[in-house]
């Protein structure tokens, strides 16, 4: 029993002297336990040795877990704190993160507004771009009838320019599609106004067309109904004619264009088939020299022109003409004066000439 107790007591002082090394100090009561063990241990002198060196060992074994334990709690701080920083390390990073997926779903919403605008904008490029297409094809139908059209009235072969060429790059790549849009619409703008000023101008050719082109059918219907009336002659192919001892008509027999067939060669009268005004004209040659030659042309019974020349050389001609404003019936003729001589031949160097300028 003495032995059990004083094991009992020993564990007891042990577990004290862990305790006094785990708080770092020794109080005024330590140093009477101490004491208290000392005299309990000097009672149990008589303890087999083999118990007190098992003694020892729990002793120092009990030291060894003290310093074990005492080193643990300050790993055990160190890993509190260092669990601390990285909780707080932890929450601001949940927090980082949270905000980052605020930001991502904000950023989306941005981003499919942003595709939806793109979308909307690619469209209205599309048709702002098929508009462009149908308007400068219109553009080029409408000069090409715009020349066609000024060539028909023959105004001007340099009336329209050639075409200006459309700038096949439409983005000139520009930074935005707002740019590219505001690009687009200026120039169908500019595209339209074109179209309009082009339509206006076709019209207005067209107007003038239809004029000129009405005009040539009235002219057309007016020289259907015109008279065509148109005559030139020889005279003979029998040589000098004259002279006689009075005024003789000349009678053109050699016809060489008689439409119409208003000059009669068989009396040389020329009679007009309406009323309007016509123009004769007349060339005589006389082989003789150093003689005078005369020739006149009458309306009717007036004589209206005078053709008279001295030759001092053979082979000299005479060539005159008029115009006259005829009724119908009128008749035009030339007359040899007497005492006057003419000649022709196959050569038909004497002719006599005319035709109807135009009706009155």
């Known amino acids: 029993m003495r032995r059990a107790a004083g094991f009992l007591v020993l564990l007891l002082c042990l577990y004290w002297t862990r305790a006094q090394g785990e708080s770092g100090g020794v109080t005024g009561n330590d140093i009477t336990q101490t004491e208290i063990q000392s005299e309990i241990l000097g009672d149990q002198t008589n303890i087999t040795p083999d118990i007190w060196a098992e003694l020892k060992e729990l002793r120092d074994m009990a030291i060894e877990h003290s310093v074990e334990l005492r080193n643990s709690k300050s790993k055990m701080e160190k890993l509190e704190q260092e669990n601390t920083v990285l909780e707080a390390r932890m929450n601001a990073s949940e927090n980082e993160v949270e905000e980052l997926k605020r930001q991502n779903t904000d950023m989306m919403a941005r981003l499919k507004i942003n595709e939806h605008g793109m979308e909307e904008l690619k469209r209205e490029n599309t048709v702002l771009e098929a508009r462009m297409n149908a308007s400068e094809n219109e553009v080029v139908k409408l000069k090409i009838e715009s020349a066609d059209m ?9 009336v329209m ?106 009396t040389g009268l020329f009679t007009a088939p309406v009323r309007g005004a016509y123009y004769f004209s007349f060339t005589t040659l006389d082989r003789r020299s150093s003689a005078y030659r005369n020739i006149y042309i009458y309306h009717n019974d007036k004589r209206m022109l005078l053709s008279y020349n001295y030759s001092a050389n053979a082979n000299e001609s005479v060539s005159n003409s008029l115009v006259l404003q005829l009724e119908k019936g009128d008749v035009v003729y030339l007359v040899l004066p007497a005492g006057y001589s003419v000649y022709d031949d196959s050569g038909d160097i004497t002719t006599f000439n005319g035709f109807l300028l135009f009706p009155l």
């Open 150 to 158: 000024m060539a028909r009235l023959k105004i001007s072969e340099h």
């Open 161 to 266: 320019e050639e075409l200006k060429r459309e700038n096949t790059d439409l983005l000139h790549r520009v930074t935005s599609v707002e740019d590219k849009n505001k690009v687009l619409e200026a120039r169908m703008n500019t595209s339209e106004n074109e179209v309009e000023e082009l339509k206006i101008e076709s019209a207005d050719m067209m107007a003038r067309l239809k004029i000129s082109e009405n005009e040539v059918e009235e002219l057309k219907r007016q020289n259907a109904d015109q008279p065509k009336v148109a005559f030139s002659i020889g005279l003979t192919d029998s040589g000098l004619i004259g002279p006689f001892n009075t005024d003789i008509t000349l009678k053109f027999s050699k016809v060489i264009t008689n439409i119409g067939q208003a000059y009669s060669p068989s």
